[in-house]
């Protein structure tokens, strides 16, 4: 069973920086997209930054410049780096991952997983 835990969350003032990671464990073949979700108390669960395999990044507009994702394969873990955190950006966030086995041709999602989710408040 495949499971992916975040760490690094917490309370940091507004301007502060936290990272994140997510650990994969578990009887895994390979991950393929890595991504960071965020939910906010009484809003829908949003994108905030996915990593390819191929170390391409996409980030939403509003973090882009002060967020980056990135990933270490051999620890099959994602990491969420957060500068001049605001206090819009209160919510839970979670780390998805998609399993893939690769081929010639290309890869081929055969799974996809949620971390529990890790609380990140902003606030003074």
């Known amino acids: 069973q495949v499971q992916l835990v975040e760490s690094g969350g917490g309370l940091v003032q507004p301007g502060g920086s936290l990272r994140l990671s997510c650990e994969a464990s578990g009887r895994i073949f390979n991950i393929g997209a890595w991504g960071w979700y965020r939910q906010a108390p009484g809003k829908q669960r949003e994108l905030v930054a996915t990593i390819r395999s191929s170390g391409s990044t996409n980030y939403a507009d509003s973090v882009t410049g002060r967020f980056t994702i990135s990933r270490d394969n051999a620890k099959n873990t994602v990491y969420l780096q957060m500068t001049n955190l605001k206090p819009e950006e209160t919510a839970v966030y979670h780390c998805?991952?998609?399993?893939?086995?690769?081929?010639?041709?290309?890869?081929?999602?055969?799974?996809?997983?949620w971390g529990q989710g890790i609380q990140v408040t902003v606030s003074s």
């Open positions: 998805h991952a998609d399993e893939v086995i690769f081929y010639s041709g290309g890869q081929r999602k055969i799974d996809d997983y």
